[in-house]
């Protein structure tokens, strides 16, 4: 935690230009306010002349405020007192699933479950979205979950409630999501405030950094979070105090990486670049163009949208216009760029 943060929301440092990054979990026992291991990380950034700048980083058990800790997230997202937040964990489910074909539909009826608890039951939620409709395969995939495990990334089907499945994350988040009542991207471009869905492990992917086997205590693991880190500080992100954290968890790192792709849906959308939308003959947006990992929740429904597939070299120039390297680092043998550079900086996202 930042210890310096004159201002805070929750424990958190305040300030309306910055960027989220939540680890999420759809487990109600790494929600409670006892739970030391908790996976689930809230990070902060921030812009600092021309670097980004990692404020905090702590479990959701560590913000400050009455409530529980679910209850206290609930309320530092529903402040959006921040340009965007993205959240490792699903926004949607399948479009055929959709109540009514509508993402406002799905969050009404997962608003009606969530009257009386935080964290509906994964079946009780999968049989009200499905509602006797007939299931064509048991684990139904988004298309950008389909798109990312083609390249070989596990992932999890929205209504799956057995071994590995991710309905019961999926009705955790929507009943975060309806409960902050946050716009949140692609329904939505307008910020602050704005919420994204994430994947840490396609952006690790698109960087061409270890993307698996950097979550346990093993020597492996442990050399891939180095990787990461290393990768993170040394061209990207001031770590500062925070490296320790880093580097033993996986989830703390996780909750970092969702901080860049929060800021690269916001550069889309506040820039006009970027970020491809198609138009369906209902006059609906469908986002189609997946870079730095960050999740669209649609589905293309329609023969005439297509979810084109991302290159490198696209989603590391992504990764460069979310977050510029020093000037001093591009030019070293140059001090007029270097000085000229940082008396011109502006805070980014202004």
Not at 50 to 67: A, I, W, Y
Not at 175 to 198: D, F, R, T, V, Y
Not at 199 to 214: E, G, K, T
Request: aromatic share 8%.
């Amino acid at each position: 935690m930042n210890a310096t943060a004159t201002a805070s929301e929750y424990g958190v440092p305040a300030g309306q230009n910055r960027w989220l990054g939540i680890d999420f979990s759809g487990d109600k026992r790494k929600w409670s306010a006892g739970c030391s291991r908790s996976n689930v990380w809230i990070a902060v950034i921030r812009p600092l002349n021309d670097v980004v700048q990692l404020v905090d980083l702590r479990r959701v058990q560590e913000l400050f405020g009455d409530g529980s800790p679910f209850e206290l997230l609930t309320g530092l997202l529903a402040k959006r007192s921040f340009l965007a937040a993205a959240i490792d964990a699903p926004f949607s489910v399948p479009s055929d699933f959709l109540p009514k074909g509508s993402h406002t539909a799905l969050l009404d009826v997962v608003a009606e479950l969530s009257l009386d608890t935080s964290f509906p039951d994964a079946q009780t939620f999968a049989d009200a979205v499905i509602k006797g409709r007939r299931m064509a395969v048991p684990k139904p995939l988004r298309e950008t979950e389909r798109m990312w495990q083609e390249r070989g990334l596990n992932v999890r089907s929205t209504l799956w409630t057995g071994a590995r499945g991710g309905a019961a994350m999926t009705a955790v988040c929507l009943s975060l999501l309806a409960k902050a009542a946050c716009p949140m991207w692609p329904w939505s471009k307008n910020g602050p405030g704005l919420l994204a869905e994430a994947f840490p492990a396609a952006q690790l992917l698109q960087w061409r950094l270890p993307f698996q086997r950097y979550n346990n205590s093993d020597e492996i693991s442990s050399s891939n979070r180095r990787k990461i880190v290393s990768f993170l500080e040394n061209e990207r992100l001031e770590i500062g105090e925070f490296k320790p954290l880093l580097l033993s968890s996986a989830d703390a790192l996780d909750s970092v990486l969702c901080t860049f792709a929060a800021k690269a849906v916001w550069n889309g959308c506040s820039m006009k670049i970027n970020v491809v939308l198609m138009t369906t003959r209902f006059g609906q947006y469908r986002f189609c163009h997946i870079v730095a990992g960050v999740y669209s929740p649609w589905n293309a429904r329609f023969s005439q949208t297509k979810t084109l597939r991302p290159t490198v070299h696209e989603s590391q120039a992504l990764l460069v216009m979310a977050v510029p390297r020093p000037m001093a680092k591009r030019h070293p043998s140059k001090p007029e760029l270097r000085s000229h550079h940082a008396e011109h900086a502006h805070p980014v996202g202004n």
